[in-house]
C-alpha cells in the first residue's frame, strides 16, 4: 500500500460504483469526458471532496462557499445552484446504496472546446460536471504511524499569478513538489513560501506544536482547507492556544509535534522532517487529542444537520 495522508482501506464495492456525468450515472469503465474539455486540455476547472458520515454531508456549506468563491474568480458561470449541486450529488450517493465513509469529489470545468486552445470564447457547451463518490476509510495503522515529509524547492507562489487558496484542476507544481519528496524517500512535500516561510504540504495543511501551542501558517499562501478552519476552530472551543502565523523549518524542526489536515484523514501525526525526527517521533498528545476533538465537532455536525432535516 501506497502510505501517506490519503491511505484507504481497500475496499472492492468500489469497482461497481456509478459515476456522474452531466446527468447521467454511467458504470466506472464507462464514466467518460471528452478530449475536448476545458479541463484536459488547459487544467480550466475547480473541484472540492467532501466526506458522507452516517448519512451526512457534514461541512458541505463550507466546501460550496468555496467552490463557488473558485467560479467568481476564474469567471466561471456554474450554470446551477447550490441547491441543485447538492441533488445532484444525493442523486449519486443514493444510486451506489451510500451512507457511510464515503468521499466524494465533485469537479466542474468550463466546458467543450471547439479547438484545443485556451481561449474561453471557444467553448461551445455548459460547464462540465463530473461527480465521483467512493468507498473510502482511512486507514487507522496508517494514521497511527504518521508520515515523513520532505521540504520541496517548489514553492508555493504568489497570489497574484494563481492563488494558492485556488482549488483549481491546475496541480501540477504540487505535483512536482510530491515527486521530489517521493525521491528523496518520504511520503509527501511539505513546501516553503516566497520568503521561506512554512506554507503547506503538496496535498494538506501543516501544523506545528511548540510548548502546548499549536501554529499554522497565516494561510496567505496556502489552501483554505476546511479541516484547518475547524482544527483553528475547536482550539478556540476548548482554549488552546493556537496562532496562523510566519514561521521557518528552524521552528519546524525543534517542535514538539507536527501533523497535517485534511477532508479524508482529518488528522495525521507527522513523525519525521527532512530526516529529522520530530518531538518523540509519535502521534503526539496535542495532536491526539486535536484529533478527538475534530471527530466531535464531525458528530456535532451529523446532529445538527439531522435536527434541521427533522425540523
Not at 504540487?174 to 516561510?197: C, K, N, P, S, Y
Not at 519525521?272 to 520530530?278: A, L, N, P, S, V
Not at 487529542?289 to 434541521?308: A, M, P, Q
Given at each position: 500500500m501506497i502510505h501517506g495522508t490519503h491511505n484507504a482501506l481497500q475496499d472492492d464495492r468500489n469497482n461497481e460504483i456509478v459515476i456522474y456525468v452531466n446527468g447521467e450515472l454511467l458504470p466506472r469503465k464507462d464514466a467518460k469526458i471528452s478530449v475536448f474539455d476545458s479541463g484536459?486540455?488547459?487544467g480550466d476547472g475547480i473541484w472540492e471532496a467532501v466526506r458522507l458520515h452516517k448519512g451526512?454531508?457534514?461541512?458541505?456549506?463550507?466546501?460550496?462557499?468555496?467552490?463557488?468563491?473558485?467560479?467568481?474568480?476564474?469567471?466561471?458561470?456554474?450554470?446551477?445552484?447550490?441547491?441543485?449541486?447538492?441533488?445532484?450529488?444525493?442523486?449519486?450517493?443514493?444510486?451506489?446504496?451510500?451512507?457511510?465513509?464515503?468521499?466524494?469529489?465533485?469537479?466542474?470545468?468550463?466546458?467543450?472546446?471547439k479547438t484545443p486552445s485556451q481561449d474561453p470564447?471557444?467553448?461551445?457547451?455548459?460547464?462540465?460536471?463530473?461527480?465521483?463518490?467512493?468507498?473510502k476509510k482511512a486507514s487507522e495503522e496508517s494514521k497511527?504511524?504518521?508520515i515523513s515529509l520532505f521540504t520541496s524547492t517548489i514553492r508555493r507562489g504568489s497570489p497574484d499569478y494563481l492563488d494558492p487558496r485556488l482549488n483549481c484542476h491546475s496541480k501540477l507544481?504540487?505535483?512536482?513538489?510530491?515527486?521530489?519528496?517521493?525521491?528523496?524517500?518520504?511520503?509527501?512535500?511539505?513546501?516553503?513560501?516566497?520568503?521561506?516561510?512554512?506554507a503547506t504540504c503538496n496535498a494538506t495543511n501543516f501544523f506545528i506544536v511548540k510548548n502546548d501551542e499549536v501554529l499554522t501558517s497565516t494561510g496567505q499562501y496556502c489552501m483554505n482547507g476546511?479541516?484547518?478552519?475547524?482544527?483553528?476552530?475547536?482550539?478556540?472551543?476548548?482554549?488552546?492556544?493556537?496562532?496562523e502565523t510566519n514561521f521557518s523549518l528552524f521552528d519546524v524542526y525543534g517542535a514538539d509535534e507536527a501533523f497535517v489536515t485534511g477532508s479524508f484523514g482529518g488528522v495525521t501525526p507527522v513523525v519525521?522532517?527532512?530526516?529529522?525526527?520530530?518531538g518523540n517521533g509519535k502521534f503526539g498528545n496535542m495532536s491526539r487529542?486535536?484529533?478527538?476533538?475534530?471527530?466531535?465537532?464531525?458528530?456535532?455536525?451529523?446532529?445538527?444537520?439531522?435536527?434541521?432535516?427533522?425540523a
Open positions: 484536459y486540455l488547459v451526512q454531508l457534514v461541512f458541505l456549506d463550507m466546501h460550496f462557499d468555496r467552490l463557488w468563491n473558485a467560479a467568481a474568480t476564474v469567471g466561471m458561470d456554474l450554470k446551477m445552484t447550490r441547491e441543485e449541486l447538492a441533488e445532484k450529488i444525493q442523486q449519486t450517493l443514493d444510486a451506489n446504496n451510500m451512507s457511510d465513509h464515503v468521499h466524494v469529489r465533485f469537479m466542474v470545468t468550463r466546458g467543450i472546446k470564447r471557444l467553448t461551445i457547451s455548459g460547464p462540465n460536471l463530473v461527480i465521483i463518490a467512493e468507498h497511527e504511524k504518521g507544481h504540487e505535483v512536482q513538489a510530491l515527486i521530489q519528496a517521493l525521491e528523496a524517500g518520504a511520503d509527501e512535500a511539505l513546501m516553503l513560501d516566497i520568503h521561506g516561510f512554512v476546511i479541516t484547518r478552519a475547524n482544527i483553528i476552530r475547536v482550539c478556540r472551543e476548548n482554549g488552546i492556544p493556537c496562532r519525521k522532517i527532512d530526516g529529522r525526527q520530530i487529542r486535536l484529533s478527538g476533538l475534530y471527530h466531535d465537532l464531525i458528530e456535532r455536525e451529523v446532529k445538527r444537520l439531522n435536527n434541521s432535516v427533522n
